[in-house]
């Protein structure tokens, strides 16, 4: 079955980069996602990247992607406190139906001063 | 413009009673999500809805779950007979189309508490 993996807590102090890794089983995935989630707020998709790429950057972000290690990370330069979130890494498969998507638990990221 | 709302925000119920969910996905969104997040099982996927139709509904966790949606909007989660096991936040989620690279903008959640 599907399964993606993800450390619960993740320490960096202001300033510094945030690297947030995932495992996922599912070789057929084709999206691949990460959601960002703020205490007492919804679901914010942060970027996502198909699985024919490796890299993709926006501002502060970089997502790597392996696909035949089936490994994804999410940096975050720069790290600041607004960054304070449970961050999701979340996988799909778009074979021409429509499926949900399959989520990690979720890594705490902490800012430390 | 408005974004995926739900109703309650917070429900508390009696375990036995029955209880049911809205979600009110952004205008012209042809795609509705619902998940369950909970401590123990994370974020879990529990149905789609591409108009008002729901073609899967395996990821329901039982019987006493279903769901409706109507004119291709709102949708309701319906819970019979609700269990301690069904405490969560329920959240619903809307897209443009199905499936990756429709991004899922998602609702704020209701969080049902059964006691």
């Known amino acids: 079955g599907e399964d993606v993996e993800q450390s619960l807590f993740l320490s960096v102090r202001e300033g510094d980069s945030s690297v947030i890794n995932c495992t996922y089983t599912?070789?057929?995935?084709?999206?691949l996602y990460w959601y960002k989630q703020e205490p007492g707020a919804g679901l914010q998709l942060l970027t996502y990247?198909?699985?024919?790429?490796d890299m993709k950057q926006d501002q502060r972000l970089t997502v790597l992607l392996n696909k035949k290690d089936k490994h994804l990370s999410l940096r975050i330069a720069d790290t600041q406190t607004g960054d304070s979130a449970i961050y999701f890494c979340a996988e799909s498969y778009s074979g021409g139906g429509a499926d949900g998507l399959t989520f990690g638990k979720g890594t705490h990221l902490i800012i430390q001063p | 413009g408005a974004g995926v709302s739900q109703s309650p925000s917070n429900k508390v119920t009696e375990k036995g009673k029955d209880v049911e969910l809205r979600c009110d996905p952004i205008?012209?969104?042809?795609?509705l999500y619902w998940y369950r997040q909970s401590l123990g099982q994370g974020l879990e996927f529990l149905i789609y809805?591409?108009?008002?139709?729901?073609?899967?509904k395996s990821g329901l966790p039982s019987d006493r779950f279903s769901a409706e949606r109507t004119g291709g909007s709102v949708s309701t989660l319906t819970i019979q007979r609700t269990q301690q096991e069904d405490s969560a936040v329920y959240l619903c989620?809307?897209?443009?189309?199905?499936?990756?690279?429709?991004?899922?903008?998602f609702g704020p959640g209701t969080r049902l508490t059964v006691t």
């Open positions: 809805f591409q108009g008002n139709s729901a073609p899967d």
């Open positions: 990247i198909f699985s024919n790429m």
């Open positions: 989620a809307s897209s443009l189309g199905l499936g990756g690279p429709y991004e899922q903008y």
């Open positions: 599912d070789s057929s995935s084709t999206y």
């Open positions: 205008s012209g969104h042809t795609a």
